[in-house]
């Protein structure tokens, strides 16, 4: 196995970690917190899948630009659930609609499936980014 394939398993362990630690306490977590385990969850799902169609050279982008709008609008109704500001919770119900718009025009005008959508993941991020300093406040 050369270096380079070493190194891209490493993100493995720490996503694995995450969902076990996350199934392991599942019970007695919040709501908000049991979405995230079952996203942590799918996370593994999805690298391991990512992982496996590489091995073999199968292309897997397209699978990854579906699932970051997955993962995009299940951290959003993590956050929704958590946060008590009704017009942050009505931020986020334009997200919801704004996101797979966003995933749509770039998918099929801009970069493709061919592609990783860079641009579609950097908004999706940022949102996120402006929920977490809303969550902090």
């Known amino acids: 196995m050369t270096t380079q394939k070493v190194i891209s398993l490493v993100p493995m362990l720490f996503i ?13 977590f919040r709501f908000g917190v049991k979405i995230m385990v079952v996203a942590w969850m799918l996370v593994l799902l999805v690298e391991t899948a990512g992982h496996i169609t ?6 897997n982008l397209w699978m990854y630009n ?33 996101l797979p718009l966003l995933f749509l025009i770039n998918w099929l005008y801009l970069q493709g499936n061919k592609e990783l959508q860079s641009l579609f993941f950097v908004t999706g991020g ?11 406040q």
Request: include cysteine; aromatic fraction near 26%.
């Open 16 to 28: 694995t970690l995450a969902a076990i630690t996350g199934a392991s306490g599942f019970k007695k």
């Open 54 to 59: 590489g091995f073999f050279k199968i292309r």
């Open 66 to 98: 579906i699932f970051f709008l997955l993962w995009f609008l299940t951290i959003a109704f993590a956050y929704q659930s958590v946060l008590q500001q009704n017009i942050m919770r009505k931020v986020i119900t334009f997200f919801y609609f704004l």
């Open 126 to 136: 940022c949102f996120i980014i402006f929920l977490s300093l809303l969550y902090f």
